[in-house]
């Protein structure tokens, strides 16, 4: 019997319902907790879907993969922003690693894995897919016409604005898209003699963006009884049940993994980081707009502005350098000083009636010791998370606001999302201090593969099974055999780069 790993991802999954509050009511991850190792997970900086999951399976950092957020500055100027897709991650994730030496692989649904890049197996892309119908989204390509053909049409990617306040249409949405990504895995893992499977389900982090309010007593809106009270936790038995009929698909020598990119939490309101700059005499406007606009949309005086922000689930703010940007106005030799007079202010800046939220900013440099892209200079955390950044300027409105500039939101993202793993040698029992880049050594680890150099986690639980690790090891030699003597020098050229032959 050979090895085999899956991973169940779940966006947004978070240990204080998962594992404090509704273990007992999801039997089939309880199962895995009970006979295997888990535990608090911590995601990276930013913890948010895009970059964490590519963090997850590289085992890098935002810095290394010059990926900050769901969109990032392509350069210096003042609009060049690029939304991060596949393409933007340059280094290779496990399944990539995995293929290289033959192992059959399945990757279903992962962010960042749209557009598809070829895989020594079978790959499904994204919710960042625009549209199914028009768009290549698989590897190989024909894969799509066996999914449309099994789901009976469209394959939904994602739940079609997931910030409104058509509750119920949101909930029908989420249920369907998750039975059709655990229906398609069934199938994958049903047809293919695989190595490697790993998929994502992003349904939970929708669940809790559209339904915190209803299920959390400590949020601002929350009413006792409501209709929706209950819909997160049935959601989250609905995932169990459906992850018990995949685990009836694993053997013996399958190690399972449940992981989440990060955590969640109420939302208490957002802040609007460009508004408050307007108001503090950071940047300068041509006009000033009646009603609440998104930054990109203003007319901003660049030759008299010092300082701009992004909004999202947190802030990144940059400064207007001279010399870098293009009517850049702070000296360069002044920019520490300005950066620590800005992290002064907006820590100290409170909720509506002064009292602190406690806010954090980083510098990058503090986050991440290699930074590739254009960077951040400012890392702010709005109540380390609680509030969301809201990158609107103008209005009537003052700097705090309980409206969403995207629509309605209940839930900001918390840096701790879970860790469950059980399989051949797992030692049962919680870990402390687990962190998200683990998990691609620990999977390399559990195929008896060494770890290339530039992966920054340890592994979670090794294998102790040393002979059966050389003899897999060379049985994926041989599997990886091409059959022409140039082909097989740049096979094994391949294989020595990345530390799995001598």
């Known amino acids: 019997m050979k090895p085999r790993v899956a991973v169940i991802g779940l966006d947004c999954a978070t240990p204080q319902l998962m594992f404090d509050a ?156 998750t039975d059709d990504r655990f229906d398609l895995a069934e199938r994958l893992l049903d047809t293919r003699d695989w190595d490697f499977f790993a998929m994502v389900e992003i349904g939970v982090d929708r669940m809790h963006h559209a339904f915190w309010s209803f299920l959390d007593p400590a949020h601002a809106r929350y009413v006792a009884g409501n209709a929706y009270e209950n819909v997160i936790h049935d959601y989250y038995v609905h995932l169990d049940e459906r992850i018990g009929r995949l685990m009836e698909r694993f053997d013996e020598e399958t190690t399972v993994m449940v992981v989440s990119d990060h955590g969640a939490q109420k939302m208490d309101g957002g802040i609007r980081v460009n508004e408050w700059l307007r108001q503090n005499g950071w940047l300068a406007l041509e006009e000033v707009p009646a009603r609440p606009t998104p930054i990109g949309k203003a007319r901003v005086n660049w030759a008299e502005t010092r300082a701009w922000g992004e909004g999202g689930y947190y802030c990144r703010l940059f400064l207007n350098v001279k010399g870098r940007e293009p009517e850049g106005v702070i000296p360069p030799d002044e920019v520490e000083a300005v950066r620590d007079e800005l992290i002064a202010r907006l820590e100290a800046l409170g909720d509506p009636e002064g009292r602190p939220i406690g806010t954090k900013v980083y510098r990058p440099e503090d986050l991440w010791p290699i930074r590739n892209g254009v960077t951040p200079d400012l890392i702010v955390y709005w109540g380390d998370l609680a509030w969301r950044s809201v990158g609107t300027v103008g209005g009537d409105g003052g700097v705090h606001t309980f409206e969403n500039d995207t629509g309605p939101d209940d839930a900001n993202h918390s840096p701790e999302g879970v860790f469950v793993m059980a399989g051949p040698g797992t030692p049962a029992g919680r870990l402390e201090g687990l962190r998200l880049q683990e998990v691609a050594p620990t999977i390399l680890d559990r195929f008896g593969l060494p770890i290339p150099g530039e992966m920054k986690g340890k592994v979670v639980a090794p294998v102790s099974d040393q002979p059966r690790r050389r003899v897999w090891r060379e049985s994926a030699a041989r599997e990886a055999q091409p059959t022409s003597a140039d082909a097989e020098t740049q096979i094994f050229e391949r294989l020595k780069a990345l530390g799995y032959v001598e």
Not at 27 to 37: C, K, Q, T
Not at 56 to 79: A, C, I, K, Q, T
Not at 96 to 125: A, W
Request: hydrophobic share 35%.
């Open 22 to 177: 509704w273990l007992d009511d999801l039997p089939h991850i309880r199962s895995l907790v009970e006979r295997g190792a888990w535990g608090r997970l911590r995601s990276v900086d930013p913890p948010i879907t895009v970059p964490a999951w590519s963090c997850m399976f590289s085992s890098r950092d935002p810095g290394e993969l010059g990926v900050y957020g769901f969109r990032n500055r392509r350069d210096h100027s003042y609009d060049g922003m690029a939304f991060a897709n596949s393409e933007a991650i340059t280094v290779p994730r496990v399944w990539n690693l995995l293929g290289d030496c033959g192992k059959h692989v399945i990757v279903l649904s992962v962010p960042q894995t749209y557009p598809p890049s070829p895989v020594n197996g079978e790959l499904v892309g994204c919710f960042l897919t625009p549209d199914t119908r028009v768009n290549e989204f698989t590897w190989p390509p024909e894969l799509k016409n066996e999914i449309q053909s099994l789901l009976g049409g469209d394959y939904i990617v994602d739940v079609k604005n997931f910030r409104s306040d058509d509750r119920d249409r949101i909930l029908d949405e989420v249920y369907e898209m």
